[in-house]
């Protein structure tokens, strides 16, 4: 009853989504309906037909419940905070967010399950930390400058349909996106009681450089705003002289990290296709080109920034 009463719910929110797609798409000025809008919401209606269609003795069963039970926190989680960005007149809360809607997840699945090994613990720790650091520190840095320019502009542009509008275009979309990203996260917890492994070995190194290149890249970025005399600078020193976006590097090797604990799982390896196609993102899908196309408008010295530093992987160019 329960998982059919949820897959009914899941289904009218995706009829509910799409339709609103198709309604925004015939206007061009609006500029939605682009196939990965569509794209994500089939694809979460398809996980969840699979797990009402498969069988309890299916061996994947287990992971598959603890997946849809990922997604209906996640969805939880961002309903929540979708509220009170419209209590806010602020849906840039979402930056704030994102993180916790990886970990929130994963650290309820844990908590339910009661049993705390190594691994367990250590998937608890690196998801805690990172999403901790993450979140801290996205809300200090958003503190007291109003709503970033991106959901300032889609409010303006949707009027009176985005107070609703928002839900599917910022917290659905990016609440389905981070669900699908998690499945190694899922994996992970879904191994249960696992002694310490090259797994873990593994997933350690690659948080330590991925986690420690991110936060020392905000560091350095947030003094460089503090100190500059102008905001047409560009920061190309510290690891901004090895990467134009060494956050966004950190983050695919973090995300790199997770799918390493993923591989204890029987079915892990099924995982690897979350980092890479966050790597994909990160670097040529949305987050980068969007930014360089911003900074190479504002800023005239980023051509040349661009002509002396990688755009993702950091390396140094002679």
């Known amino acids: 009853m329960i998982k059919t009463t949820l897959v009914a719910a899941a289904a009218v929110l995706w ?14 000025a609006l500029r939605v309906g682009t196939p990965r809008e569509f794209v994500m919401p089939a694809a979460a209606m398809a996980i969840g037909l699979w797990w009402w269609f498969s069988r309890a003795d299916w061996p994947g069963s287990y992971f598959l419940s603890l997946y849809m039970k990922a997604a209906v926190i996640n969805g ?30 994963v650290l309820v699945l844990l ?18 930390l990172w ?6 520190h996205i809300g200090l840095r958003n503190a007291g400058h109003g709503e970033d320019a991106r959901y ?38 879904a191994a249960g009681a696992r002694p310490l492994g ?10 330590a450089v991925g986690f420690g290149f991110q936060a020392i890249a905000d560091l350095q970025l947030e003094r460089f705003k503090r ?27 973090v995300w790199w990290s997770f799918a390493a604990l993923a591989l204890v799982h029987p079915w892990g390896w099924l995982a690897l296709v979350c980092p890479l ?39 140094s160019r002679p």
């Open 15 to 28: 009829v509910a989504w799409v339709l609103a797609l198709l309604v925004f798409r015939r206007h061009s």
């Open 76 to 105: 939880a989680l961002l309903t929540l905070v979708w509220l009170i960005s419209l209590a806010r007149r602020d849906a840039g809360i979402m930056d704030v967010a994102y993180p916790m809607a990886a970990a929130v997840p």
């Open 111 to 128: 908590v339910m399950r009661g049993s705390w090994s190594p691994h367990e613990i250590v998937v608890a720790a690196v998801v805690g």
């Open 131 to 136: 999403s901790a650091r993450m979140s801290l």
């Open 152 to 189: 300032a502009a889609w409010r303006k542009r949707f009027g009176r349909h985005w107070w609703w509008w928002s839900f599917f275009q910022v917290f659905a979309m990016q609440g389905v996106m981070i669900w699908l990203w998690s499945i190694g996260l899922v994996a992970a917890v």
């Open 198 to 207: 090259w797994q873990h070995a593994l997933a350690l190194l690659l948080f």
């Open 227 to 253: 100190t500059r005399t102008d905001r047409s600078q560009v920061l190309d020193t510290g690891v901004w002289a090895l990467s134009r976006h060494p956050n966004y590097f950190g983050e695919s090797v």
């Open 277 to 315: 196609y966050v790597t994909w993102f990160m670097s040529a899908g949305s987050a980068t080109p969007m930014q360089e196309r911003y900074l190479q408008k504002s800023k005239p010295a980023y051509a040349d920034y661009m002509r002396r530093v990688p755009v993702f992987f950091p390396w």
